[in-house]
C-alpha cells in the first residue's frame, strides 16, 4: 500500500533499481554492497541465457528454458520482464513483494527496459544508473570479460549506447570508477534516502498526530 504523499510507508522497505550498460560492473557493485551490509536483499532474476562459467542456479539467476519463462509471465509471476539482446530476463514478483513487507530493502539489477516497468509500479523506488568512466572503457571491460562473442560485443555495445541516453529516468547517476567509492556513493543514497521527510512522516505519525492539533 503507499501512502498518499507517494512514497512507501517506513515500516515497508525500499525497493532500489540499478541499471547500467552491460559491463559497467552492475554484479562487481553489488557483491561489494552485498559483503560491506546485510541489511539489503538481493532479488535473483529468470533468465533464458545460458549459465556463464561459475554462475549457479538460484544464485546468480534462475536459469529457465523459453517455455518455462512463457509460463511465469502467464502465470503472473514476474514484477517486469525484457528481451535483452536475444534472451528473455525477469524479476519473479513474489520473492520482491514479500521482502518488502518485511520491512527489507531489496534491489534490482535490471536493465532499463525493465527498470521503466517497475518505475510504474513502484514510483517511490529509487532508481540508480551506474555509468562507466567513458565508452572505450566500457568495451575494454567487455571484451576483458571474456565470456562473450565478437558478434556479442558488437550487440552490447550498441545497446549500450541506447541504454545511457535512458539516463534521464532514474533518480541518481553514479560512475564506477573504482568499485568501492561506487558502492560507498550508493550507501550514501540509501541513508539519505530512509531519511526522506515523507517516509520519516510515517515513522513518526503516532506522535505527529499530536503536533497537528
Ligand atoms: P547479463 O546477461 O549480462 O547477466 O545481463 C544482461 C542484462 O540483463 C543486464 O543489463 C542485467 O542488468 C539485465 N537483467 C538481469 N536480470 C534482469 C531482470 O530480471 N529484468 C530485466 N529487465 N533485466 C535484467
Same mark, same amino acid.
Not at 141 to 161: D, F, K, Q
Given at each position: 500500500?503507499?501512502?498518499?504523499?507517494?512514497?512507501?510507508?517506513?515500516?515497508?522497505?525500499?525497493?532500489?533499481?540499478?541499471?547500467g550498460p552491460s559491463g559497467v560492473g552492475?554484479?562487481?557493485?553489488?557483491?561489494?554492497?552485498?559483503?560491506?551490509?546485510?541489511?539489503?536483499?538481493?532479488?535473483?532474476?529468470?533468465?533464458?541465457?545460458?549459465?556463464?562459467?561459475?554462475?549457479?542456479?538460484?544464485?546468480?539467476?534462475?536459469?529457465?528454458?523459453?517455455?518455462?519463462?512463457?509460463?511465469?509471465?502467464?502465470?503472473?509471476?514476474?514484477?517486469?520482464?525484457?528481451?535483452?539482446?536475444?534472451? @528473455?530476463?525477469?524479476?519473479?514478483?513474489?520473492?520482491?513483494? *514479500?521482502?518488502?513487507?518485511?520491512?527489507?530493502?531489496? #534491489? %534490482?539489477?535490471? !536493465?532499463?527496459?525493465?527498470?521503466?516497468?517497475?518505475?510504474?509500479?513502484?514510483?517511490?523506488?529509487?532508481?540508480?544508473?551506474?555509468l562507466p568512466p567513458s565508452l572505450p572503457e566500457l568495451e575494454s571491460r567487455i571484451v576483458g570479460?571474456?565470456?562473450?562473442?565478437?558478434?556479442?560485443i558488437?550487440?552490447r555495445m550498441?545497446?549500450a549506447v541506447?541504454e545511457i541516453?535512458?539516463?534521464?529516468? @532514474?533518480?541518481?547517476?553514479?560512475?564506477n570508477?573504482?568499485? *568501492?567509492?561506487?558502492?560507498?556513493?550508493?550507501?550514501? #543514497? %540509501?541513508?539519505? !534516502?530512509?531519511?526522506?521527510?515523507?517516509?520519516?512522516?510515517?515513522?513518526?505519525?503516532?506522535?505527529?498526530?499530536?503536533?497537528?492539533?
Amino acid at each position: 500500500m503507499t501512502s498518499n504523499v507517494g512514497y512507501t510507508p517506513a515500516d515497508k522497505g525500499i525497493l532500489i533499481v540499478l541499471s547500467g550498460p552491460s559491463g559497467v560492473g552492475k554484479g562487481t557493485v553489488c557483491k561489494a554492497l552485498r559483503s560491506c551490509t546485510s541489511d539489503i536483499v538481493y532479488s535473483v532474476s529468470a533468465t533464458t541465457r545460458a549459465p556463464r562459467q561459475g554462475e549457479t542456479d538460484g544464485v546468480n539467476y534462475f536459469f529457465k528454458t523459453r517455455e518455462q519463462f512463457r509460463q511465469m509471465i502467464e502465470q503472473d509471476q514476474m514484477l517486469e520482464w525484457a528481451e535483452y539482446v536475444g534472451n @528473455y530476463y525477469g524479476t519473479p514478483r513474489k520473492f520482491v513483494e *514479500d521482502t518488502l513487507n518485511t520491512g527489507k530493502d531489496i #534491489i %534490482l539489477e535490471i !536493465e532499463v527496459q525493465g527498470a521503466l516497468k517497475v518505475k510504474q509500479k513502484f514510483p517511490e523506488g529509487v532508481f540508480i544508473f551506474l555509468l562507466p568512466p567513458s565508452l572505450p572503457e566500457l568495451e575494454s571491460r567487455i571484451v576483458g570479460r571474456g565470456t562473450e562473442s565478437e558478434e556479442t560485443i558488437r550487440n552490447r555495445m550498441s545497446v549500450a549506447v541506447d541504454e545511457i541516453a535512458m539516463m534521464e529516468h @532514474y533518480d541518481y547517476a553514479i560512475v564506477n570508477d573504482q568499485v *568501492d567509492l561506487a558502492c560507498s556513493r550508493i550507501r550514501s #543514497i %540509501l541513508t539519505a !534516502e530512509h531519511y526522506r521527510k515523507d517516509r520519516m512522516v510515517s515513522k513518526i505519525q503516532h506522535w505527529m498526530a499530536e503536533v497537528k492539533k
